[in-house]
């Protein structure tokens, strides 16, 4: 876990900032692939940083014989917003639902039985933690909407499963799961936007670099090395949380239960791997700020 949680930290977030840096310092000089692509980018730093370090405690506090909640539960299989949320800084929002939301909605004053307008003061408050400032505001604001939206599309679709139970199945079938993972995986990368912008203008000339407003500059990775040490930091997350899949849990019980030997060779590796890819960069560690 700590091998894993550096990596994730400290190679993957520090190598994605030098993709995500340049083009949101200057959102009109590069072009739409350029803006995607840093998007994306900051999507896996932004877990890789918190979920790194989270991962680096548990390790460190298995050494000390302790067992410490699991901050990140592989929140990119989540297929609808309210389950996001459940497997994303559960630490935080355990005590905000735990000891906020809960009072909230259960006490005797005017919120009481009000479910989604106690969702929206929740996120609002996630969004102050991070910092108070218009833009977090406007980021736990948003999720907050969302929120709202997607517990008054539970009521009304348990309404239809109620009077036939054909919705049942539909809500169950491949098409309609995976257009609940695309909405909910890409409202939270489009909403990361004001999250990481410094003002409103920031965020609308990024958000116009997405939509083909964009400049003519590309983005620059360096030499062949360079450029496969960036393949792999972009595609670890999404196989990280492929490893939690039902068809893949099989592969990762195989790979626990190899010889020490094997294991200790394939650390080896990481680390070695580590030593030289390693980007020898400070203040890549976007946690830090919190």
Not at 37 to 48: E, G
Not at 71 to 82: E, K, T, V
Not at 208 to 232: D, H, K, M, T, Y
Request: aromatic share 16%.
């Amino acid at each position: 876990e700590f091998l894993l949680g550096y990596v994730l930290c400290f190679l993957v977030g520090a190598t994605l900032a030098s993709v995500v840096d340049p083009v949101h310092a200057e959102p009109g000089a590069f072009d739409l692939a350029s803006h995607w692509l840093a998007l994306y980018a900051y999507t896996n730093q932004i877990f890789c940083d918190f979920a790194g370090y989270s991962l680096m405690a548990l390790g460190l506090g298995r050494l000390f014989g302790l067992r410490l909640i699991e901050n990140f539960r592989f929140p990119f299989l989540a297929r609808n917003i309210s389950d996001f949320w459940k497997r994303w800084h559960v630490s935080l929002t355990t005590f905000l639902f735990d000891y906020i939301y809960t009072p909230l909605v259960t006490g005797s004053g005017w919120m009481r039985g009000r479910l989604g307008p106690g969702l929206f003061v929740v996120l609002l408050l996630s969004g102050l933690w991070h910092g108070a400032t218009w833009m977090f505001v406007l980021w736990g604001g948003l999720h907050g909407l969302v929120l709202m939206l997607a517990h008054r599309w539970d009521e009304f679709y348990r309404s239809l499963c109620r009077s036939d139970r054909a919705w049942v199945a539909r809500r169950k079938s491949p098409t309609y799961m995976a257009a609940a993972w695309v909405l909910t995986q890409g409202w939270f990368m489009l909403s990361l936007i004001p999250f990481r912008a410094p003002d409103l203008d920031a965020a609308a000339r990024f958000v116009s670099g997405l939509i083909g407003n964009a400049g003519p500059q590309s983005l620059a990775f360096g030499g062949i090395a360079e450029q496969l040490n960036l393949a792999v930091c972009l595609l670890l997350v999404p196989v990280y949380h492929l490893s939690a899949t039902t068809a893949a849990r099989d592969w990762v019980q195989r790979l626990v239960r190899m010889p020490a030997a094997l294991r200790g060779a394939a650390y080896g590796t990481a680390v070695t791997y580590l030593f030289i890819m390693q980007p020898l960069a400070d203040g890549t560690f976007v946690y830090a700020n919190f």
